[in-house]
């Protein structure tokens, strides 16, 4: 179902993966994969649409302990895959996107703790998605996938749960995209949920975020080779999905990242070169990180993904204009973080959600982490991010204890 | 890493756990790095909750394993239920605090009895500072400068007692105190307490409530 090609691509998942500095890794993890939903007992999914059979992708770290509850599902952002943390192989030039959180004696300290992380359903990192060969024909699905949800994504992570015995998450954490699907677990399954660390997330996605998810797509949409979605064979739309890559990048970053970052310097030369070359870093590099994406990224698994990501809203889940008890059913203990420079989930959104939840008497922890990286500060190492969710997961578990 | 006991808890700190019944629910405003939550929920099993305008210490908190939110009191306080909580605690914060008033009617909104304790500027070592030097005093308990203090509201033992009385609510008990210059040990003060306590601490509730 993935090739070769595509395992040593995920290697270069983000620009931020590095060696650990401090030498500790999980070591050597392994991809596994779950298929399930086999026709004619199909997953029927939000829209009312059934698919099936349905794989996904996933990996595990640390060990199961006897009485199984030591779990920690690990929800990864857009662009993420089940490869969390550790390394394929000797030879892989870096290890998993949040090598720095996910390890011996880390923030998610895999001695202690079971850690999963599946990629999400429509993802294209191993598990059933747009690129995946649909049943009916024999090629892939292309514009043929239907329409999923993040509740959907969730609904298949839970399948994946009960096939590996596991009926209560000690805790679940994941930023951004990662963060609405921890809020959706919290809400679907909320009896398994003991706690839950939303991070750099929103319960609903707002305008800002639909407006950036849109332009992305259209860049995609308005590549001839995109050929509505039908690009299996051929090739593939790679300048859509290179521009959508770049839209994302800036909103993942700041003002004050990009200033630091790049400035008005310029990349390879001492004066402006008065034609559309790129004459500074900035250009380089987001045309560098939008080459580097089309090489391990569908674009109709970027099309499916944002898509999710846009309906999300909890407070409204049918789109309609019902609004529902947000968390009325949820019972876990949640820790909120966002980050002061990011302005794609902003810091009043993480507050409209721990406003929720206190009116609902839940237990929540909230904190506002300065940092100057954007959205994407969540990703980076960070000795106080590492240190919160360290010391809220060991209180659930000594609790539960 | 969070080895403290009873001995090492503030001696302020001591006398407002002692007034909390074991298993309840207690917010605390201004919690700092939860010293007294902490206690309170290793020694009196209480469900704790924390609020705290400072990142850094919001953190110290949530290591620790307590539950705590970023945010400004005045702000955080207007979210929670009527009677969400058992004992609202605002520990020598009330001196800090803008509108005293309207934070007090809201903590006695959220909870069935409000603890508060503030620095005594009736003692007569701040008496008697400005009356020799003619500055603004500078004690253990009040050691800011006029320029640098975050204590915007002075007030006395005296004082209290009076602005209960003219707001409407109910003092069930006091707890004027002296304490060394670490606050680690100290003892009640029942003669002219105004002149000699450095702290008043009080539980008070709705003149309604039973």
Known sequence: MISPLVYSITKFMSEYITHDRTGRSVG??????FTFAEPPEEMVLDSGCRLGPVTIAYETMG??????????????????????????????????????????????????????????????????????????TGKPYGLKFPMVTIGDMVRAQKALLDHLGIKRILSM????????????????????????????????????????????????IADPNWNRGDYYDGPKPNVGLSVARMIGHVTYLSDEALRQKFGRRL??????????????????????????????????????????????DLTQPSGQSSAVDVFLKASARFLVISFTSDWLYPTYQARDMVKVMKKRGLDVSFCEIEAEWGHDAF????KRLANLIRGFIDSVYERME | MNGW???????????????????????????????????????????????????????????????VIQGDINEEIKDYANDAFDYVVLSQTLQQVYDPLALIRSMLRIGRKVIVSFPNFGHWYVRLQLLLTGHAPITPQLPYQWYETPNIRVLSIKDFRS????????????????????????????????????????????????
């Open chain 1, 267 to 312: 990349q390879d030369r001492d004066s402006f070169s008065f034609n559309f070359d790129g004459d500074f870093q900035v250009e380089s590099y987001l045309r560098h990180q939008g080459a580097k994406f089309v090489e391990r990224f569908d674009a109709n698994s970027f099309l499916y993904i944002t898509k999710a990501a846009d309906y999300f």
């Open chain 1, 173 to 220: 954490t994941g930023g951004s995209m990662g963060g609405m699907q921890v809020l959706q677990w919290c809400v679907q399954y909320p009896e398994m949920v003991l706690s839950a660390i939303p991070l750099a997330t929103t319960m609903r996605h707002s305008a800002l975020a639909i407006a950036f998810n849109e332009v992305a797509r259209q860049a995609i």
């Open chain 2, 163 to 210: 602005f209960a009385r003219e707001m409407g609510f109910r003092i069930l008990k006091e707890a004027t105190i002296n304490t060394d210059r670490e606050d680690k040990t100290g003892s009640y003060v029942a003669f002219m307490p105004n002149l000699r306590a450095t702290y008043g601490i009080y539980l008070i509730s709705r003149l309604t409530s039973a």
């Open chain 1, 28 to 33: 050597r993890v392994e991809k596994k994969y």
């Open chain 1, 63 to 136: 060990t199961l302990n006897a009485d199984k509850n030591n779990v920690i599902l690990v929800l990864h952002a857009l662009t993420g895959d089940s490869h969390v943390a550790g390394y394929y192989s000797e030879t892989d030039d870096k290890p998993g996107w949040w090598d720095n959180m996910v390890g011996p004696g880390k923030g998610i300290d895999t001695d202690k703790y079971f850690v999963v992380c599946s990629n999400v359903l429509s993802g294209c990192m191993g598990s059933t998605g747009p690129a995946s060969t649909n049943p009916a």
């Open chain 2, 5 to 67: 006991n009873s001995n090492s808890v503030r001696y302020d700190l001591q006398i407002i756990a002692s007034w909390i019944k074991p298993g309840s629910k207690v917010i605390g405003l201004g919690c700092g790095e939860g010293e007294l939550l902490y206690y309170l929920k290793h020694h009196k099993q209480v469900a704790e909750t924390g609020v705290e305008i400072l990142e850094s210490r919001v953190a110290e908190c949530i290591n620790k394993g307590l539950t």
């Open chain 1, 379 to 382: 990703l980076l190492p960070n």
